[in-house]
């Protein structure tokens, strides 16, 4: 039975972390957290999840939309964190096939004879290094393509520019979906999970971590949550979290199990916590008629690579790799952000694209474990686990793609700290909600399309979203004409923005917009002309008034009116000031 994240759910969660003696509360709502909660509700032990704003409000909804090996590391020869990505590319795309799929791309080539050569042999050792792992799959070896196969998959490409690329694989996710639905797979297994529930303290017992008082953000109400040991999964709220701890004890040992960490082991109370350098990356999206190419494109810049990725009906361009040093909860895109990305994409395009091809610019930041050098660019993207008083954990750093080692590592650490007896993980072989009828159906995708009467291109876009979980979105709709099509929102149902409420945990207006559905990045509006019949939708299962449904829309407002404004700004500090300047419905302090 799929778990419903209902309104009612919510509350008897709320209860349940009340009045219950937990092994492990993990905090953080993004993959990290959700995988870490997983993790340990697979090896049999009891275990809480909560998250102060919305799951995968953060960075897990604001990534590249890649799951990969990470094919830049091996130019810095960090051949252990690409083999290790790799692996859980493979294991990914089996345990949420319909979130998670093989995607081609072209790397071109301006210098034949040498480039391809150096090119050809790092991405050779990407292919030996995936090949490696008992989870590579059947993912195809790079093939070299001549300048006359290059200009036939990517036309747009700018004529005489290259004289040859080489194609290879990696895979590409919906983040905002599949931390759904690691959350909801979690809360399968019996965990309790309560998004907008923020940590404002922890509970202490002889001296140790004993559990969290939490504030739920809508009523103001505080719970206080018992546990034998809290994670912290915080993403680049990591320093915040820890000041918490700092309030009442000193900072213990650190342990590192690798990366930036390994070897910093010190004396009880002089180690210092884990810093972060929160990394800016900002990506646009174009319509795929701006760009005539049947391949993604990867294209090496002076600092770092520029992807071209297909996303649904448009085009995914990015990123940007800076320092930020503003405001987490709304990291924010400015002018030069935008140009940089047009400016360095127009010098292999054939025809230049215009700041009015842009239909959606987004911002997220990465969590990276501060090194020596301030250059974001060269930060590593290994993980690190600390332990930093009795009681605490801390996991921190790492990317998307392996979350699952980060989760793994993260509860094996907690264990240890607690002496809680826990099974082997077992997230490896655990299907993630939707995929595992999601095969049959797809084979079945016309036959399925004919059962609910739509169009097949309706029917595999909501495969892709839901997996075997259609029927039921379709099917247990409380909304009237659920298979009526959103205005302003095409491509999405009714049935989607009840389903959104009544099983996947949505409780505000922009939860729906951004994660549950990503109406803000598939229109030119951001959602804003589909807004007032998505919360008319909302209302009636929440129970929202004429006021709170005013007060919805029009927060929404607000919030895409300063993001829009914040991208007219000449810098970081300009832009930050545009979205600070607007309080959303539910702020974090």
């Known amino acids: 039975m799929t778990a419903r994240l209902c309104p009612e759910r919510w509350a008897k969660d709320a209860a349940a972390l009340a009045s219950a003696q937990l092994d492990v509360l993990v905090v953080g709502g993004g993959i990290v957290g959700a ?30 939309k890649l799951v990969h090996g990470g094919l830049r590391y091996l130019r810095s020869y960090q051949f252990a964190l690409v083999h290790e ?42 292919d030996l290094l995936a090949r490696s792992s008992r989870s590579a799959g059947g993912w195809p070896w790079q093939r070299q393509l001549t300048r006359r196969q290059l200009m036939a998959l990517a036309p747009a490409l700018k004529p005489g520019l290259f004289r040859g690329a080489i194609r290879y694989y990696d895979a590409q996710v919906d983040d905002a979906r599949f931390t759904l639905s690691v959350v909801r797979t979690a809360a399968g297994f019996g965990v309790p999970v309560l998004n907008r529930a923020m940590v404002t303290g922890l509970l202490r017992s002889r001296g140790a971590v004993a559990g969290a008082r939490l504030v739920l953000t809508e009523t103001g109400e505080e719970l206080d949550v018992r546990a034998k040991v809290v994670v ?26 690798r990366g930036q960490l390994s070897g910093r082991r010190g004396q009880p109370g002089s180690s210092p916590p884990v810093r972060l ?29 520029l992807l071209v990725l297909p996303w649904g009906e448009h085009w995914l361009v ?59 660019a060269k930060l590593s993207r290994e993980h690190a686990v600390s332990r930093p008083e009795p009681g605490l954990v801390v996991v921190s750093g790492g990317k998307f793609t392996t979350y699952r080692v980060m989760a793994l590592d993260a509860v094996d650490a907690a264990v240890g700290l607690g002496g809680l007896r826990a099974g082997p993980s077992t997230t490896q072989w655990t299907e993630i909600v939707g995929a595992s009828g999601f095969g049959a159906m797809w084979d079945n995708r016309e036959g399925l399309a004919r059962s609910f009467g739509l169009p097949i291109g309706q ?27 959103l205005p302003g929102g095409p491509g999405y149902l009714r049935a989607e923005v009840a389903y959104a409420v009544t099983h996947e945990g ?58 829009l404004a914040a991208q007219a700004a000449p810098n970081d500090q300009a832009a930050d000031a545009e979205v600070t300047a607007v309080a959303p419905l539910l702020a974090l302090p």
């Open 85 to 126: 990505a790799l692996q859980e590319r493979g294991r990914l795309v089996r345990l949420a096939p319909h979130l998670v799929s093989p995607i081609a791309f072209v790397f071109p080539l301006r210098r034949l004879a040498l480039e391809r050569a150096y090119t050809g042999t790092g991405l050779l050792l990407y």
């Open 506 to 563: 949505a409780r505000h207006l922009d939860d729906v917009l951004q994660r549950r559905t990503r109406l803000s990045l598939g229109t030119r509006d951001q959602g804003l002309r589909a807004a007032p019949e998505v919360a008319t939708v909302m209302a009636p299962l929440l129970g929202w008034d004429r006021t709170t449904w005013a007060q919805e829309v029009g927060a929404y407002h607000r919030q895409v009116r300063s993001e």
């Open 277 to 305: 350098q929160p990394s800016k990356g900002v990506h646009l999206l174009v319509p795929r008629g701006c760009i005539e190419s049947s391949v993604a494109l990867i294209l090496p810049t002076e600092k770092s690579i």
């Open 318 to 376: 990015g990123t940007t790799d800076t320092a930020w040093a503003h405001s987490l909860a709304r990291p924010a895109a400015n002018g030069a952000d935008i140009d940089y990305l047009l400016s360095t994409l127009n010098q292999v395009l054939a025809r230049p694209l215009k700041k009015g091809d842009v239909t959606a610019v987004f911002a997220g930041l990465r969590p990276l474990i501060a090194g020596p050098t301030g250059e974001t």
């Open 232 to 257: 912290s999964a915080t993403g680049v709220w990591t320093e915040r979290f820890e000041e918490l701890s700092r309030q009442s004890g000193q900072f213990g040992q650190l342990s590192g199990r």
């Open 459 to 485: 029917a595999e876009r909501l495969l892709r979203r839901y997996g075997d979980l259609v029927p039921e979105v379709i099917g247990s709709s409380l909304v009237a004409d659920p298979l009526g099509p």
């Open 35 to 64: 995988g870490t909660a997983l993790d340990a509700a697979t090896r049999g032990l009891r275990v809480g999840l909560v998250e102060a704003q919305d799951w995968a409000s953060g960075s897990s909804s604001r990534s590249s």
